[in-house]
Structure formats: C-alpha cells, structure tokens
C-alpha cells in the first residue's frame, strides 16, 4: 500500500503568537498550480469575514497567489510534492487580515527577490512588485531551519478612498 | 465543465477581427491555455485582435505577462492588440502592474471593434 | 504576551493513507461559525478542480458544512477556541474529492446520531439526514483516543443525471 | 458590507403582502438574522409573506430549520408564506430535505404575488 503525502507540523516560525493577531485557520497544501484556485476562494470569504471589501480582498488573495506561484516554480522547481504551510487569520486592532507562508524549499539571497525594473515590459518578474504593492506589509525572511517564510497584512481602506479609482 | 481547469476560451470573428473570449480566472495553472489560444490567433494573422476580459473575475501575474507577450507578438507582427471590457477587480490589477497604459484599452466590444 | 491558538499535530486516523485517494490540502480551523462560508469555498473550488459539477460540488459542502456544524454545536458545545481537522483530496479510481473531518470533542454514541423522522415537520434534526443522502460514502466513528472521525466521498454524476431535476 | 456577515435582508411591501428578500448564502452564522427579520414581519400581522429566494445560492440545515419555524409560524397565525425564485442549488437542497412538498413553492414573484 502507497503512502499519501502526511501532514506535517508547520516548522516553527520567527514570530511569536502575539496579541495582535488570532490565527483561525491552519492549512498544509502540496506545491500544486492546481490548488491556487481552492486556496484563492478561501482567502477571500476570510477577507470578506473581517470586513475587507471586495477588491481589497482581491488584492490580498493576489499577493498570496504570487508568493505560492513563487514557491511552486522557484521554490520546489515545480515539484508537485512539496509542502507549504499557510495561517490565516483576523488582526486584533484593525479589520484586517494576516497571512503567513512557510516552505520547505530552497532558500534564497533576498538580493536576488527585487523582481525586474517595471519601465522594463516584458513577461516575468511582476510578481515581488505585485506583493510589494498589494498589501500594507510584506515580510520576507530566510528562516534559520531552512525554508522561507512571508507575512502578508491588508487591513480595510475606507470605501471613499478604495472605489475612487 | 473540464475536470481541473475552469478556463473557457471563445474565439470568434468579426469582419477582419478576430475576439477572444476567456471565462474564468486566470491564473498559473490556467494561463498556458490562454497564451496557447492567443498564438493561435495571431498565426493567422488577422487584421486586428480584441481581448474580451468582461468574464476574467481574476488574473494574477502570470496572466499578465501572457498578455504583455501577446502585445509583443502584436508590436512584432503589426496586428493590432485591443482589451475590452475589463473587470473592476482585473483593472486594478493592471493598474497595480502599471499595464494599464502600455495596452490599448476599451470600454465595451462595440467601442474596440469600432476603434 | 498571550499565545494564540497554536496548530497542533491532526489527532491519527482510524484509516490509513491508501492508493484510492490522496490528500492535498490539510486544514485545521477553530470551531467557530464564521469559519463555515470560508471551508465552504475551498471545498467548491477543491470539488471543480476534480471535475464536479456545480450541484454535486454544492452537495458536498453543505454536508461538510453539517458535520463542522454539529461539531461546533453539540462536540464543542459552541466554544469557539475548539479545534477541527480537515483533510480534502481527489479518489483516485473516480473523479471525485474525498473529505475526512476530525475533532477532539465529546465523542458520542453512535445511536444517538440517528436525526429526527423525515415525517416529523420540525426545525432541527435535519442534518444527519443531509450527510447520509448528499454524499456517496459517509462513516461516522469515534476514534479510540477520544474524538470523532467523518469520512464523505462524492464522485462525479454524469451530467445526464445530475441535471435531470 | 459588514463585517463577518455577508447575508443582507430586504424588506418590502406590495399591497398586503410583505416581501422578505435575503441576499447570500444562509448558513449556521447568519440563519439567525433571517429568522429575526421573519419573525419580526410576522409580528406585523400582514395578509401574506412572500420569501423571495432569488438572492439565495446556498442554504443549510439551519437555514432550512429557520423556513420550516416561519411555516408553522405561519400557520399558527394564518398568514400564508411563499417561497419564490429558488435557485437550482437551493431547489436542489430542498427537494433531498424532502421539503419542497411543504412548502408552497412559486416561480417567479409575480406568480407569488398574484397566487
Ligand atoms: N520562493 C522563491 N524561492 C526562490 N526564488 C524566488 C522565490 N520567489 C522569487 N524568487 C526569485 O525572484 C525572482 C523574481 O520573482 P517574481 O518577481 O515573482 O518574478 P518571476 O517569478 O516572474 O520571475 C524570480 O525570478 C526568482 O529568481
Ligand atoms: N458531532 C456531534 N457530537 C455530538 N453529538 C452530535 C454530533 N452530531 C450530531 N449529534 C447529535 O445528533 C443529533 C442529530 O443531529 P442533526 O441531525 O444534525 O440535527 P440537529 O443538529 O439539528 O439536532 C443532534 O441533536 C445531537 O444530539
């Protein structure tokens, strides 16, 4: 009889559990393009649940969407049995939401994550822009056991300011 | 509905135009259907391209360089690229990107074929 | 500084990892009812990924949704830092998406699982009779080290049948 | 949108009939506003309920349990209720609860209105 892939603990993180932040969902996904969809729906019913609007949820789910694709591709070569870790859950102080992300993959130099110049068009390198810009903080760090680990925040922006565009 | 993507692609022309309608979000696993539609296309070297983005809820950043080498394609072969109709959600996002004016972009069908 | 709820290890199964199905996405989530619309999402999105139709994918949910709803409600008694474990991934033998739930509430006899008589117009009761008749294999068991273990199972209806009512 | 809930409720009326028209889906978390807004509709004693379900793609066990209480409710008071424009989901979820007997089920709202 084959083994499935088991779950495993989540390697432990740089941060602590701290007052600012609850996490309420817990998830191990293997590094699969296929999955992006499944994991999109469900970041944007927990945005939805603390009150982001429609597009900030968006934007959020987008950001996560980029740091997974990453993974995939850079991270795992496009292995489709690697794992990947992801927590998410309401910050305490805002209507917001936290994400955070932790592999087993390959680390890298942060030198190397600039993405390319944006008046350069081409295909490629959009992605560490898009996560940049998307949420209000983004954190990328080589965690001392191996592996990465990304923390995305988007807290809500007042209806006024996010549908004046 | 195929079983793992729900990405639908509709290629239809009008006149010397050519439209193709993709349905679905786009995204990783998704976009080599649409950059394989979108050759296709430019192949038969039609006169004049519009990309229907009215049922795109959703496109991520491999989406986008689908349609930044699309436009390249279209500069190279001198088949003009047109969007239309694009969401609330994919015009922030190209808009993020800053794509919003490197493409020629419309409002409805009607206003891309006209144009 | 408080710690938050922490991910702890998926209490083990009563069945093993097998060649029919393989798990994709293991979650953990808290047992509280705003968590619903979130799982109900993923699991749509997990149901189309392989290759449900809209109603099927629907069916399946909701009789997710009814399991994590009778675990909040009578496992956990409606407290909210509970936690619930969920495990999703594609059969192998038949398009279709297999669902195994697990808790570490009050387990219960298995007698009293039985739901109220159909004839007998009243709200409640309802649920049980949802889960046996949504899904193509439900199992309902406790676990030897306390807790319980649900297994659903729904492959893909021809479009014939599914779309005949 | 509020915050954690994303059911809206909708009240209006028509002659003397009252029409309740929730938006979203109907689950454990927000079954208990449509039961409010149903019973404070009933309270008011109006000649005729009209539960517009058109806005409705998903409903549960609980939300099931809460149109089962406004019937007998219903009854109790003789105020007849109307379920109109299910969704082939709901309709779906109905008809496996064995419920769409019970239930005087219409089409449209103008056929509730005028049934
Ligand atoms: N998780 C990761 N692991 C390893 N390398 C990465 C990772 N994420 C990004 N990189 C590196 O950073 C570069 C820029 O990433 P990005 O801006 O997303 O563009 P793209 O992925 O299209 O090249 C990538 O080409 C890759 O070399
Ligand atoms: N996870 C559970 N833990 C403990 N008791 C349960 C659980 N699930 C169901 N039950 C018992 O089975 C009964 C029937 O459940 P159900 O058919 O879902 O109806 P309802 O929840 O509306 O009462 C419940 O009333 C409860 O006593």
């Known amino acids: ?165 | 509905m195929n079983a793992g993507s729900t990405l639908e692609i509709a290629v239809e022309t009008s006149g010397e135009t050519t439209i193709v309608t993709p349905k679905g979000e786009v995204d990783m696993a998704r976009s080599p259907l649409l950059r394989k539609s979108i050759a296709d296309v430019m192949k038969a070297k039609p006169k004049r391209v519009v990309l229907d983005l009215s049922g795109v809820p959703y496109m991520d950043s491999s989406g986008l360089a689908t349609m930044v080498e699309a436009l390249q394609n279209s500069r190279k072969n001198q088949i003009p690229l047109l969007l239309c109709s694009l969401t609330p959600r994919v015009r922030s996002i190209l808009e993020i990107a800053r794509l919003n004016t490197v493409f020629t972009l419309c409002d409805g069908r009607a206003q891309a074929l006209n144009g």
């Open chain 1, 1 to 165: 009889m084959v083994q499935g892939p088991r779950a495993r603990p989540a390697p432990s993180g740089l941060t602590v559990q701290s007052v600012f932040h609850e996490p309420e969902v817990h998830m191990q996904i293997l590094s699969r393009p296929e999955l992006l969809a499944p994991v999109r729906a469900m970041t944007n019913a927990m945005a939805a649940r603390v009150g982001l609007n429609d597009i900030d949820a968006c934007h959020l789910a987008l950001a996560l969407d980029e740091a997974l694709t990453n993974i995939i591709r850079h991270g795992y070569d496009s292995d489709r049995n690697g794992r990947i870790w992801i927590e998410m859950g309401p910050l305490a102080l805002t209507q917001g939401l936290r994400i955070e992300i932790k592999d087993r993959a390959r680390s890298v130099n942060p030198d190397e994550l600039q993405g390319r110049d944006l008046e350069d068009i081409r295909p490629g390198g959009l992605g560490m822009h898009l996560m940049r810009t998307l949420v209000d903080r983004f954190e990328h760090a080589n965690r001392p056991d191996g592996g990465m680990q990304i923390v995305l925040e988007k807290s809500s922006t007042p209806a006024s300011v996010s549908n004046a565009s």
